[in-house]
């Protein structure tokens, strides 16, 4: 297309979306007039305009209907294969009601994980892959032996994965110096040995060790469990199961533009609300589309702007969204009334009347679409 | 007639009430439990006291004079012998109570720092609310009270218990509400600050109650039963309890009883006044009748969604209304709603007799309630109502005059409200216009099944008639059907045609040739009358014919349902047949353009003629299935099975492997998961395989007809009629092993083969073994149970979203906010569009693009 073509469709910037100049440049043919092209500019404001919400217009409860009323159609199952036999990850209604509720703790939590381009190898995901994976000792132990006469307990490490690893029994040593008080630690080749200092007692001791030093973190992040490379598209990415975004976002690395986490609180906390939202938005508009289900993304925004529209991660629950109502009754009509009652006497509040509930509860008109508009008449 | 001014409420302000209040605004003070007197009559001074209302016909309200339903009741009051704690209030008197000194009563916070929190708290009070303000406070006192000597006076501090429900404990004393209302009396006014209260109208006192309000005998009625006794509400037995044992209190008090049995009594007036408010209590526990049933006392009676304010408030029963079983009618418009004629001889208008309107409105009084364009009620200048019966008849023909209001009865063309229950779209309520029919069940067009999301399987649905001329006219231009075409949902059409709508479509446009005599026919019983733009020819083609119902300027190119080009030149269709991708709905591309070019009620009148254009066809040509639709070749059925047993040997294969312990495991999983996910991979395979050879070997059936244009059924159901039922899958594995180590006691334990895991190799119309038959019920029962499940969970979030997000609407300045005022978006949606105004969410730029592009070439 001509350069003054484009430059006079970006001079609509501030009148039309961005996707809508997109489709235009899309679908214009590269031998346009500008008679044309000005007339089809004109037509699309036009169109834009007739198609723009009128003001009044309840869009919350037209939102709110559009997702509540496909949920009777989602499925309940809450375990679904990602892709080719990858990970389980909780779908459909749970997973939306997760989200929504802005639960702390979810099912499933999982993250995504790219690599810089320059960074994107095989040898270099599988590398990474290790790095981050949460390894305890236990996985590596081959053996326990306990001696009670000697008061030793004798771990057998694993060859193979200690070199899998990259890990040597020295390096091993300074790991255990808090958790192993009272016992002196010997090491031997593949072996850890634990003497009890003093002298001998009890056998429980030995056996309370044993349990400590088996959780005892040795290589990678907290909380992630399980690391899968896989290859999407031409580069490969991470998926993790258990999340810990702080830390991954902390390797050189990985591509934080790109590396996504589904425990939206998580996001929240490590990059903000403005993330958070994004988040909410992608992840429910994941479990819409897997579900087959056609919900216009708009009404997706919506929700995920009220939650997080005061700053502050809320959910959709009595404790979260609901209870930042101005309105008593309008709180009180949702859940626990009398709670939202006595509070409401102790602090002489005075409910204004400006939301929907309150005016039906009264018989009075909604101060929605219809409603909005007031009339004066003068009566002679 | 005098103008009609509405009082508007525009706030209501909550508080708490002083006893001065409480006694002031008293009609009456309640002294003696009694009820009635020997002739039934109500006692002065007892709980039905005349003065607090009237339930009786024929009695009198001693206050206001009015009869029963005119009298709205009035308070009364009774004096407590011994102050009690509000049971509700509980939680705030313990905060007080430790978040202030023992003897001086300030807050336990130095003077200089009292106005920074102040200030500090309002802040976090307007901010992140009441609760969290509360909590705020505990946690600034609790680091003071470390010291534990008052700053204000230097009183040591003693630890304050609250024992639930409402015993205080300083130390191990006992704390009696006389003592606690006495520190909170001595409270000053400015310390009140702190805690957020409103100081004006509140003092903390006023939480241990010394005077009790006595609601109004109209809020709890007593009941007469048939043998003449009266059954008294749940509150007016509570209620007696209270006075009862307060005057026992007062007697004993003056006649200088024991303290022993003064502090009995005491204990037993605050858990009467306690279970008054709540009987459900935790700690309590619960006042029951005589027979052991709970008593149901004011907390119970505004909570849950059977109280007062989510039953009585926030939902409302109306006049007007109507519901019957729907059954279909294709031959009424898509904006109409048939009515049964009893049905419209019941409900009514209101027409408002003017000078021209006099003569044609007597006609109905003429006919009377009994005839059918009637009327039942006429309703005076003065409004008094009068019914309509053959004696009044002709007294009310004489007096009518301008400004007489006449309910008529229904007649067609008038607006209705139509509904279908769960209501979980704004499309579950829709304007249709009346038809009057005969018969006892509402009619509707099936193509509005959609969006009711009804079916004619014994569903029920709701009428509504708008009484007035603003709710008629609202009715008419925002939610008759038509207006209703696309879904805001996602911008697409959510009325279509549907089943026979779509295969006779198909069929015309796909292969049938007519003569002109029989689309002459057919055109006209779908409401054609001009046969001018069909081509003069003797056979006619059906692509021909359907092209009559398009407008002449229509241009479409699409796909329809197997991918192959539709396209429309000047209203005719030249390429592809109609199925369900073009008129069906969710899809109804073809549709979709035709309602953007030629608006709403073109769409509408042309979906119509559309299908019954198709039941014509179908009509015509006969369109039936039957079991012969299910048969296959000797070779396919021998091509079938080969597929299978293949499979089938692949999965044994994978089996043998696993047990030789050579199978790979898929990253992350473990052998078993490997094993299980492979079989159930091969032979997933295997019945879409199956299928698809069952799919291109019938070569003409009618189900195949359905499954192709998608009037109904799909692949799917076909090949497992036809061919396969195929695996039988439970959360997503298949059928899992017992306890016993195998599915069923016909299998021997261990079994991994699909057969014993349930793999069905049969069809339907083969017929199922006994096992098959058996893993089909278990997923079929799993399905049912999955839905069960699923409904009230939906049911809950959209609860939950809805509430949270009705007071959002669009400002004049485009921003969404909510109803204080916050912004909640700047532009709905980003780019401010409105999703039913678009195509699937995105404005249509190709179809201008083309517009102008054609246009001038």
Not at chain 1, 181 to 204: A, R, S, Y
Not at chain 2, 5 to 16: A, D, L, M, N, R
Not at chain 2, 66 to 81: N, T
Request: net charge neutral; hydrophobic share 40%; aromatic share 6%.
């Amino acid at each position: 297309m001509k350069k003054e073509h484009e430059e006079f469709i970006d001079s609509y910037q501030d009148k039309l979306s961005a996707a809508i100049l997109e489709e235009v440049k899309q679908s214009v043919p590269a031998d346009i007039t500008k008679e044309k092209l000005h007339k089809i500019m004109d037509l699309t404001l036009d169109a834009y305009m007739l198609a723009r919400v009128n003001a009044g217009e309840c869009v919350g409860l037209v939102s709110a209907e559009s997702i509540g009323e496909p949920g009777t159609q989602m499925t309940l199952n809450t375990f679904h294969f990602a892709g080719v036999s990858e990970m389980n990850v909780t779908t459909g209604l749970p997973r939306i009601i997760e989200i929504f509720d802005a639960q702390k703790e979810i099912k499933t939590p999982m993250m995504e994980v790219y690599l810089k381009a320059s960074q994107n190898s095989l040898d270099n995901i599988k590398k990474f892959a290790l790095k981050i994976k949460e390894t305890l000792l236990g996985e590596l132990v081959e053996e326990y032996a306990l001696n009670i006469f000697e008061q030793t307990l004798r771990v057998v490490l694993n060859k193979a994965l200690l070199k899998e690893y990259d890990l040597s029994t020295k390096e091993l040593v300074k790991l255990f110096k808090t958790k192993s008080k009272g016992f002196t630690l010997d090491v031997e080749e593949n072996q850890l040995i634990f003497v009890h200092k003093g002298k001998p007692e009890e056998i429980k001791e030995l056996y309370n060790l044993k349990e400590k030093i088996r959780s005892v973190k040795i290589k990678g992040l907290k909380g992630i469990k399980q690391v899968l490379p896989v290859k999407r598209g031409e580069e490969y990415v991470c998926l993790t199961s258990g999340t810990n975004l702080k830390d991954v976002l902390e390797f050189a690395e990985v591509d934080a533009e790109r590396t996504t986490c589904n425990d939206i609180n998580e996001v929240y906390h490590v990059l903000g609300v403005e993330a958070a939202r994004q988040a909410i938005i992608n992840e429910v508009y994941k479990v819409i589309e897997a579900q087959g289900l056609n919900i216009d993304i708009r009404h997706i925004m919506l929700v995920a702007d009220i939650m997080c529209a005061t700053g502050v991660l809320k959910g959709i629950t009595r404790y979260g969204v609901v209870s930042e109502k101005a309105s008593v009754l309008a709180r009180a009509s949702f859940e626990t009334p009398i709670k939202h009652l006595i509070n409401a006497a102790l602090e002489g509040e005075v409910d204004h009347l400006t939301s929907v509930v309150e005016n039906v509860m009264i018989n009075q008109p909604v101060p929605l679409g219809t409603g909005l508009p007031g009339l004066v008449t003068k009566m002679k | 007639m005098m103008p009609q001014v509405h009082k508007k409420i525009i706030s209501i302000s909550f508080g708490i009430f002083s006893p001065k209040q409480i006694v002031d605004s008293a009609a009456a003070k309640v002294v003696t439990p009694e009820l009635y007197d020997r002739e039934g009559y109500p006692v002065d001074g007892g709980l039905m006291d005349l003065r607090l209302g009237v339930i009786d016909p024929g009695l009198r309200c001693k206050l206001c004079g009015q009869k029963l339903k005119e009298c709205p009741g009035h308070f009364g009051y009774i004096e407590l012998a011994r102050p009690v704690i509000h049971i509700k209030f509980v939680r705030q008197v313990y905060d007080i109570l430790r978040s202030t000194c023992r003897s001086c009563a300030r807050v336990l916070i130095p003077d200089e720092n009292i106005k920074k929190y102040i200030i500090f708290l309002n802040n976090l009070g307007a901010e992140e609310g009441y609760e969290s303000r509360r909590r705020k406070i505990r946690e600034i006192v609790a680091k003071y009270k470390l010291k534990e000597t008052c700053p204000h006076c230097n009183t040591k501090q003693e630890k304050l218990k609250l024992e639930k429900p409402y015993n205080f404990y300083e130390g191990e004393v006992r704390l009696s509400p006389i003592e606690i209302r006495a520190r909170l009396e001595k409270i000053p006014n400015e310390d009140l600050e702190v805690f957020g209260f409103n100081m004006a109208e509140f003092r903390p006192e006023w939480l241990v109650l010394t005077v009790m309000q006595i609601p109004p005998v109209t809020m709890r009625p007593s009941i007469t039963l048939e043998s003449g006794e009266r059954s008294e509400d749940d509150l007016t037995h509570k209620l007696g309890d209270i006075v009862r044992i307060n005057q026992r209190l007062f007697e004993n008090i003056n006649a200088g009883a024991p303290e022993v049995i003064i502090e009995d009594l005491w204990d037993l007036l605050q858990y009467h006044v306690t279970t008054f408010f709540d009987n459900e209590v935790p700690q309590l526990p619960p006042a029951r009748h005589r027979g052991g049933q709970v008593l149901k006392t004011l907390a119970n009676r505004v909570n849950s969604k059977e109280g007062r304010i989510r039953h009585n408030l926030a939902g409302k029963r109306t006049d007007f209304s109507a519901r019957t079983v729907i059954s279909p009618d294709p031959q009424i418009s898509l904006n109409e709603v048939g009515i049964p004629k009893d049905m419209a001889m019941t409900l009514t208008i209101p027409e408002r007799v003017t000078e021209w309107n006099k003569e044609h409105l007597k006609k109905f009084v003429e006919n009377g309630a009994k005839k059918y364009p009637g009327a039942n009620y006429i309703i005076k200048a003065d409004g008094k109502r009068k019914t309509i019966t053959s004696e009044t008849k002709d007294e009310i023909l004489a007096e009518i005059e301008v400004g007489y209001i006449i309910e008529r009865h229904l007649m067609d063309g008038d607006v209705a409200l139509f509904n279908r229950q769960p209501s979980l779209h704004r499309m579950s309520m829709m304007c249709h216009r009346v038809k009057v029919l005969p018969g006892r069940t509402f009619r509707l067009n099936p193509a509005v099944c959609n969006p009711y999301n009804a079916d004619f399987d014994g569903d029920e649905m709701n009428l509504h008639i708008p009484q007035t001329e603003e709710a008629r006219s609202e009715a008419r231009i925002l939610m008759l059907v038509e207006t209703q075409l696309i879904s805001p949902r996602y911008g697409l059409s959510v009325v279509g045609g549907i089943h026979d709508a779509i295969t006779g479509n198909y069929l015309l446009t796909k292969e049938l040739v007519l003569s002109r005599e029989e689309a002459v026919d057919m055109l006209y019983t779908c409401g054609v009358d001009d046969f001018s733009r069909l081509p003069n020819k003797e056979k006619l083609d059906g692509k021909e014919v359907f092209s009559v119902l398009l407008p002449k300027d229509f241009f479409f190119v699409g796909k329809d349902k197997s991918g192959n080009e539709v396209k429309i030149v000047g209203g005719v269709l030249k390429t592809g047949s109609m199925d369900k991708s073009n008129l069906g709905q969710e899809s109804g591309l073809m549709l979709r353009n035709i309602y953007e070019k030629y608006g709403e009620s073109f769409t509408a009148d042309l979906l119509g003629k559309i299908s019954k254009l198709g039941i014509a066809v179908l009509s015509r040509r006969g369109f039936s299935i039957g079991i012969g639709d299910m048969d296959l070749s000797a070779e396919t059925v021998e091509e079938i099975h080969s597929t299978i047993e293949k499979s089938e040997e692949e999965a044994m294969k994978l089996i043998s492997l696993y047990h030789k312990g050579q199978l790979e495991p898929l990253p992350g999983r473990t052998l078993e998961e490997t094993l299980e996910l492979r079989i159930l991979e091969s032979l997933n395979k295997a019945r879409n395989k199956s299928g698809d050879i069952a799919m291109k070997q019938v070569h003409y059936s009618a189900a195949l007809i359905m499954a192709r244009c998608g009037a109904r059924g799909n692949a799917l159901n076909i090949a497992q009629m036809t061919a396969i039922v195929g695996q039988q899958a439970l959360r997503g594995r298949r059928i899992d092993t017992g306890y016993r180590g195998r599915t069923l006691p016909y299998f021997k334990e261990k079994d991994l083969s699909p057969k014993a895991r349930g793999f069905i190799k049969n069809n339907f119309k083969s017929g199922l073994q006994p096992y098959e038959f058996f893993f089909g019920a278990m997923t079929g029962r799993d399905a049912l149970m999955d839905t069960a499940l699923r409904t009230p969970k939906s049911g809950y979030l959209y609860r939950r979203l809805s509430n949270a997000m009705q007071d959002l609407k669009v400002e004049y300045d485009g921003t969404v906010r909510d109803a204080s005022g916050k912004v909640v978006q700047f532009m709905f949606g980003e780019d401010g569009m409105d999703v039913s105004k678009t195509k699937n969410g995105v404005l249509d730029v190709k179809r201008i693009v083309q517009q102008v592009v054609e246009d001038v070439q």
